[in-house]
């Protein structure tokens, strides 16, 4: 039966499959099951499509068989408009400083992304978000927490289903002081569930048993270290099969120092795993996996490069003093049993605490932060993080261009050099009574020399080039996920300029506004957290980087100096 409802906020359509609403307009909902987060009804001018299922208060009471009987025509084809629309709206994945584009294992195109789980799962499992009910913070029914058709984190490699739908009461409805929503379905600001934290509307959890503190420290707010600090290898990377033969993959093995056995994994496991942090840590910058690959997968070099950034990947998990912590994270390193596996999995999909909900497990400090110092902060570090992903893009370029040359060029032309000496050599043996042997056999020597300098030059980048770009496709991915959330931050600001707009005006209660205000603190030292953290690791990481290439430059030239030199050694007894 169809149900009477009224629009809450205005919504303007973008499509032919949807419809306009405005604030206060009556509505006609044909059914009151949403699907992915939209209702199809018809508006106050006779119009009938699709609006956000969030938008809208419905009232219980039926009407007429006329509308009854237009619900039951329509309904139909809701499935499919709705199947269409979210296909036709997908938002472009976060720039990565001309890296790859990350996937999802959803889709993927690597075969050993495309089987089951085989043991450790019995099948692929839907993730919904958590249907919790209450008050939000401020008093007020929870919001939906993603956008109608929107993505829940700042790199859209993983889309859940709709999260909690929107039941407002009707003194919500009435309530004549709402600072206004983005209209805009794909601002991650919106999306990730932000603005509804923010304004209020993100229902308070009865128990919350994860906390996460940030302090002051000398560079401003700060984590607070992992209390239980670990370090983890990765080794081994083993062909294994399944199937008498039939499929194949890789298993890395994993030593965590705090565990007491090693465990076994597959890259649709890092994968897995990969696709949790970005549906929980809303304000952290999760560092990308190594990019798949459709061919070639067991070629050596490319098992090396994967196991090398895998290496780099979960040094930056164990030394984030939040992701270091997670309880997922601690199951993928940690469990040995299928069947525990199987529970901790769906635990850790059923986690409730993720997106907005996240950060109310943030313990903030006590002292006081001018926002617009804050703000100041922000923009600084954002014009920061720009320069530095173009120069790190800039450098990735140079020295993937330089790898190039030493693998062909510089190989190719030191070769040249070494067979020019060799024809000298040859030459001056067509006159055997004016021939030196002693001075034959030494430039002979020297053109083999130089050959062998070139495949020195050939097999260099393995000890520093690829090292280097290992680490800069690292911080292309960390750079990239920044934009978003800096982001948030800014939506944030947003909403307590209008809100104490609002108050000023007497449009809005102070202590409402105080209360956007608190939340918007929450976000910021969050923001502020992770920036420290970034630049703490940013420092280690690139001195780390320098000191290892001009170590191997100079192991490399010292190697290339004696073997021209013993050569050399060779002219000094004719």
């Excluded at 068989?65 to 237009?70: E, K, P, R, T, V």
């Excluded at 269409?84 to 976060?94: D, G, I, K, R, T």
């Excluded at 209020?200 to 600090?229: C, F, L």
């Excluded at 003093?321 to 999995?345: A, N, R, T």
Aim: proline residues 4%.
């Amino acid at each position: 039966m169809a149900l009477k409802g009224r629009a809450l906020y205005d919504f303007h359509s973008e499509n032919k499959e949807e419809i306009s609403i405005q604030q206060d307009e009556d509505l006609v909902i044909f059914s009151e099951t949403s699907l992915d987060g939209w209702l199809q009804g018809q508006n106050s001018r006779g119009e009938t499509g699709l609006f956000p299922a969030s938008y809208v208060e419905i009232f219980h009471s039926g009407l007429s068989a006329n509308h009854a009987d237009c619900s039951s025509s329509l309904e139909g084809s809701l499935g499919t408009q709705v199947s269409l629309y979210n296909s036709s709206s997908v938002a472009s994945p976060a720039r990565s400083g001309g890296g790859s584009v990350f996937l999802s294992n959803q889709g993927s195109f690597e075969e050993e992304d495309d089987d089951d789980w085989d043991d450790w799962d019995d099948g692929c499992t839907v993730v919904e978000e958590p249907r919790a009910g209450g008050l939000g913070t401020n008093g007020h029914p929870p919001l939906n927490l993603s956008y109608p058709g929107a993505y829940p984190s700042q790199h859209m490699a993983f889309r859940p289903k709709p999260a909690l739908e929107r039941q407002d009461s009707l003194a919500s409805a009435k309530r004549g002081s709402v600072v206004g929503r983005n209209l805009n379905r794909f601002s991650c600001f919106v999306r990730s569930g932000v603005e509804a934290f923010i304004l209020g509307d993100v229902p308070m959890m009865a128990k919350i048993a994860e906390t996460y503190s940030i302090e002051m420290g000398p560079r401003g707010p700060q984590w607070k270290a992992n209390p239980h600090p670990f370090a983890c290898s990765v080794e081994d990377p083993t062909k294994q099969t399944k199937f008498k033969g039939i499929k194949s993959y890789i298993s890395y093995k994993l030593t965590p120092t705090h565990a007491g056995s090693p465990v076994y994994r597959r890259y649709k496991h890092f994968d897995w795993l990969y696709n949790r942090l970005l549906h929980k840590f809303t304000v952290i910058s999760v560092p990308h996996l190594p990019e798949k690959q459709a061919t070639g997968r067991f070629e050596e070099d490319f098992i090396e490069k994967r196991k090398r950034r895998l290496i780099l990947w979960m040094d930056h998990m164990t030394s984030h003093p939040v992701l270091s912590q997670y309880e997922g994270f601690q199951h993928f390193l940690s469990c040995l049993d299928d069947k525990q596996w199987k529970m901790g999995k769906r635990r850790a999909e059923k986690d409730e605490m993720v997106g907005a909900s996240f950060l109310l497990t943030f313990q903030i400090p006590t002292e006081h932060q001018d926002l617009q110092d804050v703000e100041d902060r922000v923009d600084t570090f954002k014009t920061f993080s720009k320069k530095m992903d173009d120069s790190v893009l800039q450098l990735s370029t140079v020295a993937s261009e330089l790898v190039r040359k030493h693998v062909g060029g510089f190989r190719k032309e030191f070769q040249k050099l070494g067979s020019a000496f060799q024809a000298i050599s040859h030459a001056f043996q067509m006159d055997p009574p004016f021939s030196s042997e002693a001075l034959n056999s030494a430039i002979s020597h020297t053109g083999r020399t130089y050959e062998a300098v070139g495949e020195m030059f050939a097999e260099q980048p393995k000890n520093d080039l690829f090292q280097m770009l290992d680490m800069l496709s690292l911080y292309q991915g960390l750079l990239s996920n920044f934009p978003d959330i800096i982001h948030l931050q800014k939506g944030a600001f947003a909403k307590v300029k209008e809100s104490q707009r609002m108050s000023d005006e007497g449009r809005m209660a102070q202590d409402e506004a105080d209360g956007i205000r608190r939340r918007c603190r929450v976000v910021g030292f969050a923001l502020q957290a992770e920036m420290n953290h970034f630049h703490q690791r940013r420092e280690l990481d690139f001195k780390h980087m320098m000191q290892s290439y001009l170590r191997q430059q100079i192991l490399f030239y010292q190697r290339v100096g004696q073997q021209l030199e013993k050569t050399l050694r060779m002219y000094d007894s004719l």
